[in-house]
């Protein structure tokens, strides 16, 4: 695998069903194996495996770096915790991650979300796991209970809008 220099430049695009293998095999840095999280995420976005309190209206972006996948984010409409929107999985390759691809990838996440009319959004994310809830917390997510994070706000971490100039 290239190692990315310190500005990583990556694509972004929504993720089809193709993209699946790719998404399962960067879950399994995690935890689980390809098959696994092949059902998984496949069920997910075929909309056939719901998560809890889930709605149907859900999406998954992809990063590519020099034509390959090495991260993804997906997320749901939700009625759970009170919340209009859950984050499901966010997950960037190793060598790739401190260089933007993570936030990148939740910004696209945000814009559909604040799209959908969906700005209070939480995640589930594990006590025992302090990078993932630091990086949460870094970009405006507050406990919401013990295995949850919420963004009060999401839109909060979509850029600025840039005023038209005047003529």
């Given at each position: ?27 399994t ?21 719901h ?5 149907m209206?859900?999406?998954a972006?992809?990063?590519?770096a ?6 993804f984010?997906?997320?749901h ?12 999985w966010?997950?960037?390759l ?11 990838l ?62």
């Open positions: 695998m290239a190692s990315p220099e310190s500005s990583v430049c990556c694509r972004y695009r929504q993720a089809s069903k193709g993209d699946v293998p790719d998404m399962a095999r960067i879950r840095y995690d935890w689980g194996s390809e098959e696994y999280w092949n059902e998984r995420i496949g069920g997910y976005l075929d909309r056939v495996s998560p809890e309190q889930a709605l209206p859900r999406v972006y992809i990063a590519t020099d034509g390959m996948t090495v991260g984010v997906a997320g409409l939700t009625r759970r915790l009170d919340c209009q929107g859950e984050l499901e966010i997950n960037v190793p060598d790739y991650r401190k260089h933007g691809v993570g936030l990148a939740l910004r696209f996440l945000a814009a559909w979300f604040v799209g959908q009319g969906a700005v209070r959004v939480c995640v589930d994310v594990n006590p025992a796991n302090p990078d993932a809830r630091h990086f949460y917390a870094r970009h405006g997510a507050i406990p919401l209970k013990r295995h949850f994070l919420v963004w009060e706000n999401i839109a909060a971490l979509l850029p600025p809008k840039r005023a038209a100039p005047k003529p």
